[in-house]
């Protein structure tokens, strides 16, 4: 059977233990509806002539409707759904899928071009269904990788199975919508799912805030791993949810989490925990505090829940009241913290305790030799030791101990779950993992060396040669530019950009000097740019030891220019010169639907000089309530900006312009003949440090938004932001100085 | 010879005399660079096997350089250069063409797919170089089409002669970048060109403000015609330009325009212009104020000029002093405007005196009978009659008139401009010019129907019937989806949006119901959305007797979202519902770098009916201080807002938010329990009127931006804007209303 018509004809037909297969090849653009009726002992299956030799590519999808069905072998990938559903269990919402089962089925990277338009992979619907040994990986376009659906009656205490699936890396989606696992929703949040999700492996799901959210009752999570997931596993909605032998492996990773308790009646025991370093809403464990008569959308008070035996182990912070506000102001009531083992290396108290805790009751649990805490009762120190288990797994272990840490041989490996043919290796390649290739100097020698590069090369330009650029250069896969010796190589362009970062690219650039004397006399110029259309693959950049000057031909030319619809994980700038230019070095303000999507996760500025910068030189905008998310992360150290932001057209008037930015770090700048840094604090209880750095006839840090994110004054520790007394400037160029704590401001010389 | 390779060989062997054909057959991503030298006798040519077989696509261009070239019969379409231009009559900075001649040449919609990235099409470097007999049509990306070059001195005092070009429709922008021709910049301005633009013809090349412009010395512009051009052919920078024996036909369109004088000793004389109704800027002529002490980028003051024998008939502009503001604060001086002959059916007074005009000698010139002018001296009224003369041009004829009044057979027209073998005909296909379809109710019918239809066609929806679209509906050429008979047919959709317009597209929806019932629980929902991608193609929206309800699944959820580098013509929303909303009906606020660009030109929205409407009903940006675009222009004119604008995601807080709008006309609505209309005025002479509105339980009018603009109060008109005696207000729904003057507010019941 070879397409689509034949697959129609074969199924009219079929009867009760009947296979249709799908033969070896490429399946473009098929849409499949699997619609027909087995029996429990005789089950029609969907299934491929060779496992792995079948895909369904383009515009693909599938949709099962009947009762016990099989599929089994299907891979989707090179493509995307026309639909809102890849796997969907049902033809409409009156006809689903009941006693049916996709096992060993693969989607992979099959994401709408679109970045931000939504999608679902698998939709689960009916009843008694079985999802195993799937392979799912690489979702990096809005929307959940897999739901449970409840909006129909015939869809509710469903008694679904989902187990040993493997949850490939799913990227930093940047927005809400980037959920691994959901089920039901907030509308349908106080009927049973009755969902068994056990034995799944989640290997750096790290789409949002939440990897699994749990939002209906009676679902029950075992023996699940999360392999280096940034987020918890988020009893969002709905009650009487048991969080049972799941294991939690951080590797001391940025902003990984445990378990994150909300509403009624919850249960979370025997979990493991390793190394999660998350804060706030990703602790290694939360319990929040809820809204007094919350509506089911909102959060509901934490009652009558259990949070026992559970071991965390190097894990940064546990959490009780967690998001205590004017309108989250109930605190947790009726619930226990018990018998859990924590043990910590380094920090001493990792738990937070942001609301009453009288509702709380603590009993018998351990805390290592050194650690402490605020709580009054319920905790003894032990003289803990860590071993290795069998299974790898560092183990504490004390007399103090009395139960076995046992980690249960069901737990999820990356061996157990998915299937045996398809792999699931990493073929991510680095920046600077190739091979070093020279260029000449000359008119688009570059463009013409970047069309045979591969990914991960290092492109070398001669010292002190000259590259003019006739055409922009097209970045599709990682690559670095520089120049070796001590010369930097200068690059001129025609275009209204030298590089355009594309889908799947990201860039390195080394020791080169940008002149955009030879930039066409428009508006919006900039040196780099990302592809106008929206880009899936997060890029990176990183941009070191370079020169950019005389951008001026006229007026907006930034460095670096993105659009909407894409997101860089890290952008690096360093050690670089930036002179005479009439806009920004980084605008990363496109997201302007106000809906919680930003432009960059990690942005880090640190030991440049900038000098007669018309515009804002850095403008990061992440605005819209939304908490789903982690970032921006923003550090700028040892900098100097000099006459920065006074252009006509700068309309943030301000050197820095900083809006709903997460983590916020400015030290050891210096601040001469420049506006202001303007920041306005919003959502996620943002943490800004802004200290030691020196103003010089410059305006002072101006600070709006939410204002009981002012409490703590950080932007005002010593040296104070404005004391000119209490700080030295010399008088070359680049502006150095010297805090009076002694400690260095400005430019450090390498 | 066949390819690039074959193209190089012969090349090196050429001899003077020699020709290079090309095969026929499609050039794919063909760069060439055509670089030889011929003599005055024996030039070399570079020229095809048969004109209008052989064309240059993708990624193709062509250089010129060396002497007594010859170049004819290329055809450049469906690509884009990869370079800054198409054709160039120079290989690098150095080395061009001298003495040679571009000839029937085709450049047909070559545009980048970037709508903001900008190329030129033809650029002219050199000396001696004739351009004749092109034909460059569709110019739809960022950039001049047309350019000769002055950064070098050997591009100076250069003699081309450009002539008997045809320079086909280049539509509206939306931005500045789109003039046709451009003759230096302001960093040579002083310099002379002495170029001759003889003999051109300019179809609708309406790209913005500026069709010409002039930014050189001592050029000459003769008999060429500007048919129905929106703009002026613009002395920007420059002196001793001479404008003679130019017909310029407006046939009433609006925004069409004539010459327009900046700079010093300037003549203009013995043009004809007809039915030119642009304002300002591009009036049928305009002598501008300068500024003082100038530098050569702002406006130099206008002296030594001379506008002589220059005929207007039906113009309904000319200015003297436009542009007069602080900066512009200086008149002009010794100039002189005599002998015209100024005849208009309809307006009495077309001269607009915006400063002192003691500087300009009038002299002899002729009005109408019924004309006149608050000059006081150098005019005359005669008892013109119009006659057509065997160019088919109405020619003033009255016994004052001495001269004769005579359009040069050397004029252009569209029969004696561009190549006799490639086709002037406009392709392009209107809305409701096509088939009839009827569509049957049902899933998907309306996406499968579309894939069959043709540009024009109108699918007949069926009465009351019910559409759902589970996959979005791709609209990429002009379709009609009406509803025949009473009961609306209603379309749901399970994507983020119902109906895509992408590039080539244009929609007109009547009579239909849009329900938001089942569409997807995210953010950013809208029921039509353009292509996130940029979109060359202008586009048209209409909405009649539509009704849109519950677009409430989740925050933001829009009628209609744009995206960056869309434009639209038009969007009409007439005689429609609007119901239950959380985003808003148009966000048309998209091009936030405030570089000049906008989303829409014309904006209507008229006897509609808005309730509970969350978000500002219309939010409409142009930013930026540009002055080379005509819109956007608004008019909102018997609607009623009802509980518009308040809710918590509405960034603007406001019913209506406004910034940078040319034309505001708001008048007949009724507002109640409804947020703000908030208007920022800056750039471009605002025109604004917010008339007989009533306004009840609502906030006040707001009026921000560039006080120069609040002097006329034109938005305090009566019955006064909120003052609630002077109107009544039914207790129905739709609200109705009659101003004290008897007229009607709100709806009018068709």
């Given at each position: 059977m070879k397409n689509v018509t034949e697959f129609e004809k074969m199924l009219k037909t079929a009867q009760p233990g009947d296979s249709i297969v799908l033969a070896n090849g490429i399946w473009l653009d098929s849409e499949l509806l699997f619609e027909a009726e087995g029996t429990a002992e005789k089950p029609i299956t969907l299934t491929v002539e060779e496992k792995g030799k079948v895909t369904l590519e383009g515009n693909s999808n599938l949709r099962i409707a009947g009762d016990h069905l099989i599929v089994s072998g299907l891979v989707f990938k090179n493509g995307y759904t026309p639909t809102n559903a890849v796997i969907s269990f049902r033809k409409n919402r009156e006809e689903m899928a009941n006693n049916s089962r996709l096992t060993e089925c693969v989607i992979d990277n099959f994401n709408n071009p679109e970045r931000q338009v939504q999608d679902y992979w698998v939709t689960i619907y009916g009843k008694n269904n079985r999802i195993d040994h799937n392979h799912i990986s690489g979702k990096k376009n809005l929307g959940v990788t897999m739901i449970v659906g409840l909006?129909?009656?015939?869809?509710?205490?469903?008694?679904?199975q989902i187990d040993h699936n493997y949850f490939g890396p799913r990227p930093t989606y940047g927005n809400n919508g980037g959920e691994t696992l959901r089920i039901g929703t907030s509308h349908h949040a106080?009927?049973?799912?009755?969902?068994l999700v056990e034995s799944n492996y989640f290997d750096r799901t790290n789409g949002e805030h939440e990897i699994i959210s749990n939002k209906s009752c009676q679902n029950i999570f075992k023996y699940n791993t999360f392999f280096e997931c940034t987020g918890t596993l988020t009893m969002r909605h709905g009650n009487e949810t048991l969080v049972d032998g799941n294991v939690f492996i951080g590797n001391g990773k940025p902003s990984t989490g445990g378990v994150r308790v909300i509403n009624e009646t919850q249960t979370v025991v025997n979990n493991y925990h390793y190394g999660l370093t998350g804060y706030r809403f990703r602790g290694a464990f939360v319990m929040m505090n809820g809204v007094p008569n919350s509506p089911p959308n909102r959060y509901v008070p934490v009652i009558d829940s259990k949070v026992n035996n559970n071991t965390f182990v190097n894990c940064n912070n546990i959490l009780f009241g967690a998001g205590s506000d004017a309108e989250r102001s109930q605190a947790p009531r009726t619930s226990e913290f018990s018998e859990n083992i924590i043990y910590n290396d380094n920090k001493k108290d990792i738990f937070t305790i942001d609301d009453d805790i009288s509702g709380i009751t603590f009993n018998d649990n351990i805390l290592g030799k050194n650690s402490e805490t605020s709580i009054t009762s319920g905790f003894i120190n032990a003289d803990i030791k860590l071993e290795k288990n069998e299974q790898g797994f560092l183990i504490p272990t004390s007399n103090k101990i009395k139960t076995q840490i046992a980690i249960s041989p069901k737990v999820a490996t990356k061996e157990n779950t998915g299937t045996t043919w398809y792999s699931k290796a990493d073929n991510s390649i680095a920046l600077n993992s190739g091979n070093n290739i020279k260029v000449e100097a000359g008119i688009n020698t570059l463009y013409e060396i970047v069309k045979k590069s591969e990914p991960g090369d290092i492109i070398e330009l001669e010292e002190g040669g000259t590259y003019l650029l006739t055409k922009a250069v097209k970045i599709n896969h990682p690559l670095t530019f520089k120049t070796s010796g001590k010369i930097k190589a200068t690059i001129l362009f025609?275009?209204?950009?030298?590089f355009e970062i594309q889908n799947g690219g990201s860039l390195f650039l080394e020791n080169i000097t940008f002149d955009g004397a030879k930039s066409p006399d428009y508006a919006g110029n900039s040196v780099i740019s990302t592809s106008k259309n929206s880009m899936t693959e997060n890029y990176k950049l990183f941009i070191d030891k370079c020169e950019f000057k005389d951008l001026i031909v006229n007026h907006s030319f930034d460095v670096l220019r993105v659009s909407k619809g894409t997101f860089a994980d890290t952008i690096s700038i360093q050690n670089s010169t930036f002179k005479n230019?009439?806009?920004?070095?980084?605008?990363?303000?496109?997201?302007?639907?106000?809906?919680g999507a930003y432009n960059v996760e990690y942005f880090l500025m640190k030991n440049n000089s900038i000098t007669e910068l018309q515009g804002a030189a850095l403008r990061l905008y992440r605005g819209g309530k939304d908490e789903s998310t982690f970032g921006p992360f923003l550090e700028i150290d040892h900098n100097v900006f000099d006459k920065v932001g006074h252009g006509k057209k700068n309309k943030y008037k301000s050197a820095i312009s900083l809006y709903g930015v997460q983590e916020t770090d400015i030290k050891n700048n210096i601040f001469k003949d420049s506006k202001a840094i303007d920041m306005y604090l919003v959502v996620g209880e943002p943490i800004v440090k802004v200290q030691n750095n020196a103003l010089n006839n410059s305006e002072k840090l101006i600070v709006s938004g939410d204002q009981k994110y002012f409490v703590s004054n950080q932007w005002n520790l010593t040296p104070k932001f404005s004391d000119e007394s209490r700080y030295t400037l010399s008088a070359d160029s680049p502006l150095k100085g010297k805090a009076t704590d002694g400690s260095d401001l400005g430019i450090i010389t390498q």
């Open positions: 909006d129909t009656k015939d869809s509710r205490a469903n008694n679904h106080l009927e049973n799912s009755n969902t025609e275009r209204m950009m030298a230019i009439t806009g920004s070095i980084a605008a990363l303000d496109k997201e302007t639907d106000d809906i």
